[in-house]
């Protein structure tokens, strides 16, 4: 959510490590990433930090909403579901995170897991689809609710990585949902995993667009209160649009899945400002 598509103490905590020294990025001169219906096990539409060679991340957030415009996320004659959220990953080795909202069938959840995805892809992050491509059978959180999450509640999801040992040379990788619509309605779950370094992170949808058509017409989700941080830094979380490429490539780019003749189905469209966008999505009946 990565190229591509989790709040407790440890989470708290990584609001106070923060990105520092990044450059406000214009979304005009956002470069632009396409990936083609077909060539991938499910594209990543929104923004993302891509690999620069140099940093790693640690925390990633956003909130979304839960808008009965998910239930046909892929068209509304797709066998398949997609979800909007957020992710950390490495597009070297296919270590990916992902926690993300989904609509199935008028239900919402929020399903999150770690593990790897193929790198058979030129960018993995984005292009390898779902860690767990039936997303009801991954991990769950918030499914406690009385009620369940209702149409129109704000979710807010992050991940959070501490690479401080927990014990045994392991670390910690936390996933967190918030149902702000709610009271006292938050949930995080903590995973044992050994060292690893993800390259990239990402904010906005994974869809398999199975039957969407272009062009970007309408309101697919919104994302706000976007905001990431690095291994190293000591200032808070920074806004997504705040990231430069420090290295002269890299930094942040937005994704897009296209169809074969590179026609938007599902896209921000340049929509950053500061740490809220919008993803677009073409029509999803045949």
């Keep these: 959510m990565i190229r591509r598509i989790a709040l407790a103490a440890a989470a708290a905590a990584a609001l106070a490590i923060g990105g520092g020294g990044m450059a406000v ?146 670390h910690e990788l936390q996933f967190c949902a918030t149902d702000l619509t709610k009271v006292n309605e938050h949930r995080c779950a903590t995973l044992s995993i050994h060292a690893v370094d993800f390259t990239e992170y990402g904010i906005g949808v994974v869809s398999d667009a199975a039957t969407v058509t272009a062009a970007l017409n309408n309101n697919l989700e919104t994302f706000t209160g976007s905001v990431v941080n690095f291994y190293s830094s000591t200032k808070p979380a920074e806004a997504i649009s705040a990231e430069k490429a420090y290295y002269g490539y890299g930094g942040l780019s937005q994704v897009q899945y296209v169809n074969s003749s590179d026609q938007p189905e599902i896209g921000p469209d340049s929509s950053l400002s500061g740490e809220n966008f919008t993803v677009f999505e073409g029509s999803t009946t045949p």
Excluded at 40 to 57: F, K, P, Q
Excluded at 77 to 100: F, K, P, Y
Excluded at 106 to 116: E, F, I
């Design 25 to 170: 990025a214009n979304a005009a001169t956002i470069p632009v990433i396409n990936v083609t219906v077909g060539s991938s096990a499910g594209g990543v539409a929104g923004y993302y930090g891509a690999d620069d060679g140099h940093t790693n991340w640690r925390f990633v957030q956003t909130t979304v909403t839960a808008s009965p415009t998910l239930e046909n996320l892929n068209g509304v004659s797709s066998s398949t579901l997609g979800a909007v959220g957020d992710t950390l990953c490495n597009e070297n080795n296919g270590d990916d995170t992902q926690i993300g909202l989904y609509d199935d069938g008028g239900v919402y959840g929020v399903a999150y897991d770690a593990g790897v995805v193929s790198t058979s892809y030129d960018d993995p992050c984005i292009d390898a689809g779902l860690i767990n491509p039936s997303i009801t059978s991954a991990p769950q959180l918030l499914g406690h609710l009385t009620g369940g999450i209702s149409a129109g509640d704000k979710i807010l999801v992050s991940i959070y990585y501490d690479p401080t040992s927990s014990g045994h040379g392991m």
